[in-house]
């Protein structure tokens, strides 16, 4: 079998570049070894969501009561299982035929390097074995994606002490008690979810903030903080869970400030590494980062010339909407050439949690480590008209821009549907206009989006009354 290009792993970075190489006319093989539709579809993103909003809505029905609701709402964990699992399986059924209608050829098996000059070729060997079959093509790239990262002192056995994995897949029912060990995405969000449902959780972070790692303004993570410990979760921040020990009944941690606590189930939620095993990449001079990430330059090219690598499996963020900016990156290059360069500023970073937050762009102090003289304008959910509608004001819009010229460079949404209003700022972002965008925009009212505009208004207004002859295009608006 010969294609123009050959992509091995189905979660998002691979099943969309599968799409956008299609699109732009190559023949593509798809090669999946497991289930298709990566971690996103089946252990991550799809699944988490449907949780996510099934606790929304406890929460908000609780919110309401006595305000038009009358009458308790009690989570169901097994049946909100049920109806994760049904979610999945009905996306998982069209995936093939969603592929085969682009003209996408799967290949069932896992695949190893075999050669990449004069043409690379993948060997290809179904599952349960038999001779491999080589895949010829033009161009590669590698979509393997990541698995939970183990632990030292806690030996997942998939009862007591879960990754996320066993979390979404491997729970029938809720147990009573449960610490989250690590206070990155998985546990705030898990974490959540777990509480909403009744369980007593704990999160424990080693790091002094929630979410260490990631494009998230400090005062958004201080006010997440603050919701989760008003929702019952405790959080244990500047201590690390140093070992576990599993018994018939529960289990029993060692924290690094001394203390101890007994829980009856333990999520180990520090991070994900890199599926690089098997592939062949050391003998394809493939190269690899310190900590096992594949090494790509800014066209997401590996090492090895016509070789790319996309999602969590390279170097960079390892979130789903990362990987989708790759598969785009990615796609494009290998099919017209090196011509897009990543740039994980312009993706934006959405939580699910006890607050709905998103980010995109520079935030303040990115802004002025980059040489901006940053200026942030803000609006309150407290005087939004939709929040108040909804007896849901918690939250806040910053719009970060350039004192001096006002181009616009990002920022951060927090509350409800944070995640739909961010591509708005983002929009702005690789706007012409830049942040008077807002300004051109007629908005629907009440909405949640017209606080974008509420928040720029003194800014925009400040500037046009300077009298200045000034202008600036977003961040990311393309030069002139």
Not at 173 to 195: N, Q, T, Y
Request: proline share 4%; aromatic share 6%; with cysteine.
């Amino acid at each position: 079998m010969s294609f123009d290009v050959a992509i091995v792993g189905s979660g998002p970075a691979g099943y969309r570049a599968a799409i956008a190489a299609a699109h732009l006319g190559a023949r593509v093989a798809l090669v999946e070894r497991g289930v298709p539709g990566g971690t996103c579809l089946n252990e991550g993103c799809i699944p988490k969501k449907a949780l996510v909003r099934l606790a929304s809505l406890l929460e908000d029905v609780a919110a309401l009561s006595g305000r038009g609701l009358a009458g308790a709402v009690q989570g169901d964990f097994r049946a909100a299982l049920g109806h994760k699992d049904e979610v999945v399986a009905g996306i998982g059924a069209n995936f093939s035929f969603w592929l085969k209608r682009l003209g996408v050829t799967v290949v069932a098996g896992s695949a190893r390097i075999a050669a990449t000059v004069p043409e690379i070729v993948l060997e290809v060997r179904a599952v349960e074995g038999g001779a491999a079959t080589p895949v010829h093509a033009r161009k590669l790239i590698l979509a393997t994606g990541a698995r939970p990262k183990r632990l030292a002192g806690f030996a997942v056995d998939g009862r007591r002490i879960l990754d996320s994995r066993g979390f979404l897949n491997g729970l029938e029912a809720l147990p009573g008690r449960v610490l989250f060990v690590g206070g990155g995405p998985i546990g705030v969000e898990f974490g959540w979810v777990a509480r909403q449902f009744g369980a007593q959780v704990t999160i424990a972070e080693a790091g002094e903030r929630l979410l260490p790692r990631l494009r998230i303004p400090e005062r958004a993570v201080w006010h997440l903080a603050r919701k989760l410990e008003r929702c019952g979760v405790a959080l244990r921040l500047g201590v690390a869970a140093q070992s576990a020990l599993a018994r018939e009944g529960d289990v029993t941690v060692e924290f690094s400030d001394g203390t101890r606590a007994d829980y009856d189930a333990v999520v180990v939620a520090v991070g994900r590494e890199p599926c690089t095993a098997g592939l062949g990449l050391e003998e394809a001079g493939i190269a690899l980062t310190p900590d096992g990430f594949i090494r790509t330059s800014e066209y997401l090219e590996t090492t090895v010339a016509g070789v790319y690598a996309a999602g969590d499996v390279k170097a960079g963020p390892m979130t789903a909407n990362a990987a989708l900016h790759d598969a785009k990156i990615a796609a494009a290059n290998a099919v017209r050439g090196n011509r897009l360069r990543a740039n994980y500023l312009r993706v934006p970073v959405v939580i699910n949690s006890a607050l709905e937050i998103a980010a995109v762009g520079l935030d303040e102090d990115a802004a002025e480590e980059a040489g901006f003289e940053p200026d942030v304008a803000r609006s309150s959910l407290r005087g939004s008209g939709k929040a108040r509608a909804h007896h849901d004001v918690e939250g806040f819009i910053d719009v970060v821009h350039d004192a001096e010229t006002g181009q616009l460079l990002g920022g951060c949404i927090v509350g409800p549907e944070a995640g739909e209003q961010i591509h708005l700022l983002a929009a702005a972002c690789h706007s012409e206009r830049g942040l008077w965008f807002f300004k051109d925009m007629n908005y629907s009212h009440p909405s949640w989006c017209e606080e974008l505009e509420a928040a720029v208004d003194p800014y925009a207004a400040a500037l046009d009354r300077s009298g200045r002859d000034i202008f600036e295009r977003g961040i990311f608006a393309p030069a002139q």
